[in-house]
C-alpha cells in the first residue's frame, strides 16, 4: 500500500507540472483556489468557535478544529493547489528523479504567490460582506491571531515543522485507503489534530491575517508581527513536507528496481493520457 500511495504521489506531482508549464496563469488559479478554500475554512471554524467563546466556554477551540477541517475537504475534492502540500510532492517526486530541482523552486513560487493572492482576495470580499465587522462577530478571530503573533521565531518554526508534517499525512494517508468515507474521516481527524495542537500553517495564518487586519482590529495585530508569523512558519513548513515527509519516505522506500521503474513509466505515461483526455473535455 506504501508504495502505491508513493506512486500516486509522483503521479500527482507529474499532474501538477503539467498544468504549469501548459500555463502558468491556470495554475495560479488553482492556487488562488485553494486559499479561497482555506478562507472559507477559518471563516466557518471562528465563526463557530466565537458562539463558545463569547460564553467562555472551553470547547471553542475544538470546535473550531473541528469545523476547519471543511477546508481540507474542499482543496482535495475541488482541486485546490496548495503550497504546504506541494513541498512534499515535488521534493519527493526531484528525489526520484521525476522533476528537476529548478521546476521544484518555481512551481513552489509560483503555488505560494497564488495561495497569497487567494488569501488577500477571499479577505476582501469577507470585508465587503460585513460578517466579521464588529467585535461580537470577531472577538475569536482576534484573540487567536493575536497570539499567533506573540510568539517567538523558534516557537514559530518548530511548530511549523510539526504542523506540516501533519498535514501532508492527512493528504497522504488517504492514497492508502479505499472508499472516499474513510478518506474523508482521516483528513478532518488529522487537520483537527493540527488545529488543536497548536501548529502553524502559513497559508492558514496568511488567511487569518489578511481577515483580522482587513477589518477593526486592536493593537496587538499589525502587519509586522504578521510577518514575523509568517516568514519563519513558512520556512517550518518547508522543512516538515521536504525532510520529514518527502526525504524521510524516498529513504525508507529504498531504490526502484528496473521493473518498478517501468511499470512507474507506464502508469504514468497512461494517466498523462487520461489527463489530455479530461482537459480536452
Given at each position: 500500500?506504501?508504495?502505491?500511495?508513493?506512486?500516486?504521489?509522483?503521479?500527482?506531482?507529474?499532474?501538477?507540472?503539467?498544468?504549469?508549464?501548459?500555463?502558468?496563469?491556470?495554475?495560479?488559479?488553482?492556487?488562488?483556489?485553494?486559499?479561497?478554500?482555506?478562507?472559507?475554512?477559518?471563516?466557518?471554524?471562528?465563526k463557530?468557535?466565537?458562539?463558545?467563546?463569547?460564553?467562555?466556554?472551553?470547547?471553542?477551540?475544538?470546535?473550531?478544529?473541528?469545523?476547519?477541517?471543511?477546508?481540507i475537504?474542499?482543496?482535495?475534492?475541488?482541486?485546490?493547489?496548495?503550497?504546504?502540500?506541494?513541498?512534499?510532492?515535488?521534493?519527493?517526486?526531484?528525489?526520484?528523479?521525476?522533476?528537476?530541482?529548478?521546476?521544484?523552486?518555481?512551481?513552489?513560487?509560483?503555488?505560494?504567490?497564488?495561495?497569497?493572492?487567494?488569501?488577500?482576495?477571499?479577505?476582501?470580499?469577507?470585508?465587503?460582506?460585513?460578517?466579521?465587522?464588529?467585535?461580537d462577530?470577531?472577538?475569536?478571530?482576534m484573540?487567536v491571531?493575536a497570539?499567533?503573533?506573540?510568539?517567538?521565531?523558534?516557537?514559530?518554526?518548530?511548530?511549523?515543522?510539526?504542523?506540516?508534517?501533519?498535514?501532508?499525512?492527512?493528504?497522504?494517508?488517504?492514497?492508502?485507503?479505499?472508499?472516499?468515507?474513510?478518506?474523508?474521516?482521516?483528513?478532518?481527524?488529522?487537520?483537527?489534530?493540527?488545529?488543536i495542537?497548536?501548529?502553524?500553517?502559513?497559508?492558514?495564518?496568511?488567511?487569518t491575517?489578511?481577515?483580522?487586519?482587513?477589518?477593526?482590529?486592536?493593537?496587538?495585530?499589525?502587519?509586522?508581527?504578521?510577518?514575523?508569523?509568517?516568514?519563519?512558519?513558512?520556512?517550518?513548513?518547508?522543512?516538515?513536507?521536504?525532510?520529514?515527509?518527502?526525504?524521510f519516505?524516498?529513504?525508507?522506500?529504498?531504490?526502484?528496481?528496473?521493473?518498478?521503474?517501468?511499470?512507474s513509466?507506464?502508469?504514468?505515461?497512461?494517466?498523462?493520457?487520461?489527463?489530455?483526455?479530461?482537459?480536452?473535455?
Amino acid at each position: 500500500m506504501e508504495h502505491t500511495a508513493l506512486r500516486d504521489v509522483e503521479k500527482l506531482a507529474l499532474k501538477k507540472q503539467k498544468v504549469f508549464d501548459q500555463s502558468i496563469i491556470k495554475y495560479l488559479l488553482r492556487a488562488i483556489l485553494a486559499s479561497a478554500f482555506i478562507g472559507f475554512g477559518v471563516i466557518i471554524a471562528f465563526k463557530s468557535g466565537n458562539l463558545f467563546y463569547a460564553e467562555h466556554s472551553p470547547m471553542a477551540y475544538p470546535i473550531a478544529a473541528f469545523t476547519f477541517g471543511t477546508a481540507i475537504v474542499l482543496i482535495a475534492y475541488a482541486g485546490g493547489d496548495l503550497f504546504t502540500g506541494n513541498t512534499f510532492y515535488f521534493t519527493y517526486a526531484a528525489l526520484r528523479g521525476k522533476m528537476t530541482w529548478p521546476k521544484v523552486l518555481k512551481m513552489w513560487l509560483g503555488t505560494y504567490s497564488g495561495n497569497l493572492i487567494g488569501a488577500l482576495l477571499f479577505a476582501g470580499l469577507i470585508y465587503l460582506t460585513g460578517i466579521m465587522a464588529s467585535g461580537d462577530a470577531n472577538g475569536f478571530l482576534m484573540s487567536v491571531a493575536a497570539g499567533k503573533m506573540s510568539h517567538s521565531t523558534m516557537e514559530l518554526f518548530f511548530r511549523a515543522v510539526l504542523c506540516n508534517w501533519l498535514v501532508c499525512l492527512a493528504f497522504y494517508v488517504p492514497m492508502t485507503l479505499k472508499g472516499d468515507g474513510p478518506k474523508l474521516f482521516t483528513m478532518i481527524l488529522l487537520v483537527f489534530g493540527f488545529f488543536i495542537s497548536g501548529y502553524e500553517h502559513s497559508i492558514a495564518n496568511m488567511s487569518t491575517f489578511a481577515i483580522a487586519l482587513i477589518v477593526d482590529h486592536p493593537d496587538t495585530i499589525t502587519i509586522g508581527k504578521a510577518l514575523h508569523n509568517i516568514i519563519p512558519v513558512t520556512i517550518g513548513n518547508i522543512v516538515g513536507g521536504a525532510v520529514f515527509m518527502a526525504i524521510f519516505y524516498n529513504y525508507v522506500s529504498g531504490p526502484k528496481s528496473e521493473d518498478e521503474d517501468k511499470f512507474s513509466e507506464e502508469e504514468d505515461q497512461s494517466h498523462i493520457v487520461q489527463f489530455d483526455k479530461v482537459a480536452e473535455k
